[in-house]
């Protein structure tokens, strides 16, 4: 199925990062030739019921205030770079509590194809909407790391798959086929110290064959892990290979699992290498 309909949550500080990160977002929108909604959410400060000082309801005043200003200036950087690139978008905005926000995000991203995420390096609360919405939006997400916003390229024709045989990656690969089928270079990439197993080479082998038949012609590769993460493994590899795209499934273990003992997906989202496609 085509990519028609993307969506972008607008939220936090309106930094130059974040603001490049909205830029590449719409600019991935017009390449695939979508519709972007971009919905700002807000914390709904409630009036604490107790008595407070004169100076505590000044600063909390002054916080709502510079809330509802870098809201704007998110969607504001929004409608631009929409009107700049000439797609159709819907802008939105609203308050919800702010332990409500990644879940009323991710409601809104199930209306869509792929939700666009802009991410900040180990960043918990970054984290946590991308955890929210990999659970609960039942969508496949596109990360942009802001970190290398500015060497993103909007086009993918350089595209890793990240396989492992699991029925995350599959999905994964299931959603991102639009993109796989646009991409000039696709390379699928186990991460395995054991050259000879049997198994990991027909899985491989029998991706690429998958992938032939909707006109997707890939390389299969196995990579030594080293005793490095499989996570900080990948992302070596699609640095020194220039990847555009990498495609993942996402949580192959528990998410407490990977919580506490860390993981590829934990690696991944904390600082993405670049574009990263992964799906639940």
């Given at each position: 199925?085509?990519?028609?309909?993307?969506?972008?949550?607008?939220?936090?500080?309106?930094?130059?990062?974040?603001?490049?990160?909205?830029?590449?977002?719409?600019?991935?929108?017009?390449?695939?030739?979508?519709?972007?909604?971009?919905?700002?959410?807000?914390?709904?400060?409630?009036?604490?019921?107790?008595?407070?000082?004169?100076?505590?309801?000044?600063?909390?005043?002054?916080?709502?205030?510079?809330?509802?200003?870098?809201?704007?200036?998110?969607?504001?950087?929004?409608?631009?770079?929409?009107?700049?690139?000439?797609?159709?978008?819907?802008?939105?905005?609203?308050?919800?509590?702010?332990?409500?926000?990644?879940?009323?995000?991710?409601?809104?991203?199930?209306?869509?194809?792929?939700?666009?995420?802009?991410?900040?390096?180990?960043?918990?609360?970054?984290?946590?909407?991308?955890?929210?919405?990999l659970f609960q939006s039942g969508r496949p997400l596109l990360l942009c790391p802001e970190q290398c916003v500015e060497a993103l390229r909007p086009?993918?024709?350089?595209?890793?798959?990240?396989?492992?045989?699991?029925?995350?990656?599959?999905?994964?690969?299931?959603?991102?086929?639009?993109?796989?089928?646009?991409?000039?270079?696709?390379?699928?990439?186990?991460?395995?110290?054991?050259?000879?197993?049997?198994?990991?080479?027909?899985?491989?082998?029998?991706?690429?064959?998958?992938?032939?038949?909707?006109?997707?012609?890939?390389?299969?590769?196995?990579?030594?892990?080293?005793?490095?993460?499989?996570?900080?493994?990948?992302?070596?590899?699609?640095?020194?290979?220039?990847?555009?795209?990498?495609?993942?499934?996402?949580?192959?273990?528990?998410?407490?699992?990977?919580?506490?003992?860390?993981?590829?997906?934990?690696?991944?989202?904390?600082?993405?290498?670049?574009?990263?496609?992964?799906?639940?």
């Amino acid at each position: 199925m085509p990519i028609k309909d993307v969506f972008l949550p607008l939220i936090g500080q309106p930094s130059g990062p974040a603001l490049a990160a909205i830029e590449k977002c719409v600019a991935v929108a017009a390449d695939l030739g979508a519709r972007m909604t971009g919905l700002a959410l807000e914390d709904d400060v409630f009036e604490r019921p107790k008595v407070v000082f004169p100076d505590d309801k000044e600063a909390d005043e002054l916080s709502v205030v510079r809330e509802a200003v870098n809201m704007q200036r998110l969607l504001n950087a929004f409608t631009s770079a929409a009107s700049r690139a000439g797609i159709r978008v819907q802008s939105r905005s609203g308050k919800v509590p702010a332990d409500q926000i990644a879940l009323t995000l991710a409601e809104h991203a199930r209306f869509s194809d792929l939700a666009l995420i802009p991410v900040k390096p180990h960043d918990s609360r970054t984290e946590n909407i991308v955890e929210t919405f990999l659970f609960q939006s039942g969508r496949p997400l596109l990360l942009c790391p802001e970190q290398c916003v500015e060497a993103l390229r909007p086009e993918f024709e350089n595209v890793m798959i990240a396989w492992d045989h699991s029925a995350r990656a599959a999905r994964a690969v299931g959603d991102a086929l639009p993109l796989l089928q646009a991409a000039s270079l696709v390379h699928v990439i186990t991460v395995a110290d054991d050259d000879d197993d049997q198994a990991i080479a027909q899985s491989g082998t029998s991706l690429v064959h998958h992938l032939r038949e909707h006109g997707v012609y890939a390389s299969f590769e196995t990579v030594k892990g080293g005793g490095s993460s499989t996570g900080k493994v990948l992302g070596n590899w699609a640095q020194s290979h220039a990847v555009d795209a990498i495609v993942m499934g996402a949580y192959h273990h528990s998410r407490l699992n990977e919580t506490v003992w860390g993981g590829v997906t934990k690696t991944v989202i904390g600082q993405p290498p670049c574009w990263v496609m992964m799906s639940h």
